[in-house]
C-alpha cells in the first residue's frame, strides 16, 4: 500500500506540532508566537524560532517522520538549512510505532553538556 503525499505531509506535521509542544513545556516563557512549525511546504527550518527563543534553544531543526530515512540526506538538507538561519543543525526523527531520537555533530552535543 502506497502513502499518499497528503498522509506524509500530515505524518511530517504531526511530528513538528509534537516537537513545538515539547518546547513550549521545556521553556514555559516562551509562547506559541517564538516557536511554532513551519508551514508545509515551506523551505528552510521545520521549527521558526522568535529571537527570544534562539537565545534558549539555538537549533535548525528538521524534522523527519518517515519509515524509511535516508540519514545522511536528511542531514545535509538539516545542515543547510540551520546555516541559512546561523543555527546549530539537529534532525528530529521517528516512524511509526518508534520513539522520537535526533542527530547532531558531537562537538555540538559536547558544548552543551555541563
Same mark, same amino acid.
Request: with cysteine; hydrophobic share 40%.
Given at each position: 500500500?502506497? $502513502?499518499? =503525499? @497528503?498522509?506524509?505531509?500530515?505524518?511530517?506535521?504531526?511530528?513538528?506540532?509534537? &516537537?513545538?509542544?515539547?518546547?513550549? /513545556?521545556?521553556?514555559?516563557?516562551?509562547?506559541?508566537?517564538?516557536?511554532?512549525?513551519?508551514?508545509?511546504?515551506?523551505?528552510? $527550518?521545520? =521549527? @521558526?524560532?522568535?529571537?527570544?527563543?534562539?537565545?534558549?534553544?539555538?537549533?535548525? &531543526?528538521?524534522?523527519?517522520?518517515? /519509515?524509511?530515512?535516508?540519514?545522511?540526506?536528511?542531514?545535509?538538507?538539516?545542515?543547510?538549512?540551520?546555516?541559512?538561519?546561523?543555527?546549530?543543525?539537529?534532525?528530529?526523527?521517528?516512524?511509526?510505532?518508534?520513539?522520537?531520537?535526533? &542527530?547532531?555533530?558531537?562537538?555540538?552535543?559536547?558544548?552543551?553538556?555541563?
Amino acid at each position: 500500500m502506497s $502513502i499518499t =503525499i @497528503k498522509s506524509r505531509k500530515a505524518k511530517s506535521r504531526n511530528l513538528q506540532n509534537s &516537537v513545538v509542544k515539547m518546547l513550549l /513545556e521545556k521553556y514555559p516563557y516562551l509562547t506559541n508566537n517564538d516557536i511554532k512549525p513551519a508551514v508545509m511546504g515551506e523551505s528552510g $527550518i521545520d =521549527i @521558526k524560532l522568535s529571537e527570544m527563543a534562539r537565545k534558549s534553544f539555538p537549533f535548525g &531543526v528538521e524534522c523527519k517522520n518517515q /519509515e524509511s530515512l535516508s540519514i545522511w540526506s536528511a542531514i545535509k538538507q538539516c545542515e543547510e538549512n540551520a546555516h541559512n538561519e546561523k543555527l546549530i543543525p539537529l534532525l528530529i526523527f521517528k516512524r511509526n510505532h518508534s520513539d522520537t531520537y535526533i &542527530v547532531m555533530k558531537i562537538d555540538h552535543f559536547l558544548k552543551f553538556l555541563k
